[in-house]
């Protein structure tokens, strides 16, 4: 049986990233589902095996997770915000498909 992970997980491929920080990747190739940071709301975190995360390409997931650094820096609290509203937007799509 397919857990809600994984559903969620495989439904990003062939979608457009929610998140749209500076240097987005156009397209869906590198789209992956991103997990939300803070307010404990890690990998390890979830409520009934449903995770809170976006739709998010590879250049906006490593901004996100600090892998990389825009330029100027996004302040932690508007990134957090920016990662809020793009898992409200993935949740839409994921209640429009029946994934969630």
């Given amino acids: 049986m397919e857990t809600i992970l994984s559903k969620m997980?495989?439904?990003?491929?062939?979608?457009?990233?929610q998140l749209r920080l500076e240097g987005c990747i156009p397209g869906t190739e590198t789209t992956v589902f991103a997990h939300l940071n803070g307010g404990g709301m890690?990998?390890?975190?979830?409520v009934n095996g449903f995770?809170?995360?976006?739709y998010s390409c590879l250049?906006?997931?490593?901004?996100?997770d600090g892998r990389k650094q825009a330029s100027p820096p996004y302040d932690l609290d508007g990134l957090r915000n920016k990662g809020y509203e793009a898992t409200i937007k993935t949740q839409k799509i994921m209640a429009k498909e029946g994934i969630i």
């Fill in 9 to 17: 997980t495989k439904s990003a491929k062939g979608k457009v990233c």
């Fill in 42 to 46: 890690g990998l390890k975190s979830q």
């Fill in 51 to 54: 995770h809170f995360g976006f």
């Fill in 59 to 64: 250049n906006c997931h490593d901004l996100y």
